[in-house]
Nanobody
Framework: QVQLVQSGGGLVQAGGSLRLSCAASGRPFGSLAMGWFRQAPGKEREFVAA?????FYSDSMKGRATISRDDARSMVHLQMNSLEPEDTAVYYC?????????????????????WGQGTQVTVSS
């Protein structure tokens, strides 16, 4: 079992920045692929960014978000800049055992086995 505990998030004005963090435990961190997803009210959960055999970003966050891993602390961070009201959502950290690039589907939420508790990000206009 993998436990994911998220931190960060909150309220920020449009154009501002936020950093989300996710601490993993229960399995060697290097064996995990890590992803970030978000879900806005009335919408389906959508991919934001992922790290596993490379880094991956959604088109909407490319150039505005950076995913990074701190292997020594078993943590993954999501730095988001130039935030827009449309980025308002609950953000979730997710993890799955990483085997190969051919097997890993970073943008597919159903591919991930473990999820954090979620954290609210609200961007005011």
């Amino acid at each position: 079992q993998v436990q994911l505990v998220q931190s960060g998030g909150g309220l920020v004005q449009a154009g501002g920045s936020l950093r989300l963090s996710c601490a993993a435990s229960g399995r060697p961190f290097g064996s995990l692929a890590m992803g970030w997803f978000r879900q806005a009210p009335g919408k389906e959960r959508e991919f934001v960014a992922a790290s596993g055999g490379g880094t991956f970003y959604s088109d909407s966050m490319k150039g505005r978000a950076t995913i990074s891993r701190d292997d020594a602390r078993s943590m993954v961070h999501l730095q988001m800049n130039s935030l827009e009201p449309e980025d308002t959502a609950v953000y979730y950290c997710a993890a799955v055992r990483f085997y190969t690039n051919d097997y890993y589907r970073p943008q597919d939420s159903s591919h991930y086995d473990y999820w954090g508790q979620g954290t609210q990000v609200t961007v005011s206009s």
